[in-house]
């Protein structure tokens, strides 16, 4: 018996959010056509997948075992339709990246040069987001891939794939703050001057923030912290670029780790030769 990837991709939403709607919000399909498709698995499985009745729709205990196997047959199905995609040799017209300030694509532009010699009539658009408008713009489709830091958990219509090098990251505060011309700072010192800190949604998180201000993007914050307006942690890689000098970085006696970055892409929507081709030369 086959199941069609449909099927299974409604019940593997469906078991991820924890409800039928939520699942259709994120397939963008109407619930009833969620229902229907698990409805139909449940035919050709022979047995109920889900608990119905209560506010969540909980997995029966064969609904548990089905998601594993579910799981595996469309990562494969994946797999070969990227495959496929190869060997047809559909080259998409455009690739659209979506780069988290944080993460420094191609300094030195080798990888671009090759993308350029192999689709010379592709052309590759670039844009700055951070996680949750990449997500959003990979989900309606505007964006091809995104870049940035790892998250501990996707949507499950979203791949990720770990970057070999993480992004270093520091704390500084322009050259004329308080701040640095200090040595040994520890982070109570840090919590007596203003802190700058990113947030896509200032009044969600100001309760954690009650002496900071917010930006949206990682530039934004770099000039706000040139300006001496506060400190931020701020990708190093960036400072360098743009900061001209007016950034000094905070000696703390517990630096910060470099920051981990994930290439991501839609499951629903795979990138065609083009863009399959970018995520292994950024990879690797």
Known sequence: MSFAPELLRAFVAAATTGSFSAAARSMGRSQSTVS???????????VPLFERGSRHNRLTEAGVQVLGHARAILA???????????LADRVEPVVSLAL??????????????????????????????????????????????????VQPHYPHDITAARLSHASPFGVYAATDHPLAIRDDLVDDDLSEWRCLYLSRNPGDDAANHVNGWSAPDYLTLLEMAAQSFGWAVLPSAMV??????????????????????????SRQHLPGPAGLWLIEQICT
């Open 76 to 86: 494969a199905h994946e797999r070969l339709e990227t495959l496929s995609i190869r």
């Open 36 to 46: 229907a498709a698990i409805a139909n698995l449940e035919v050709d499985v022979g």
């Open 100 to 149: 988290s300030d944080a993460f420094h694509f191609d300094p030195e532009g080798a990888i671009t040069k090759r993308f350029i010699a192999r689709f010379p009539d592709t052309a590759l658009h670039c844009s700055a987001a951070e996680t949750e408008e990449i997500i959003a713009r990979l989900q309606a489709r505007t964006t091809t891939i995104g870049i940035g830091p």
């Open 240 to 265: 360098k670029r743009f900061s001209h000098g007016r950034l000094s970085p905070l000696q703390l006696r517990a630096p910060l780790l470099p920051v981990a970055m994930d290439v991501v892409w």
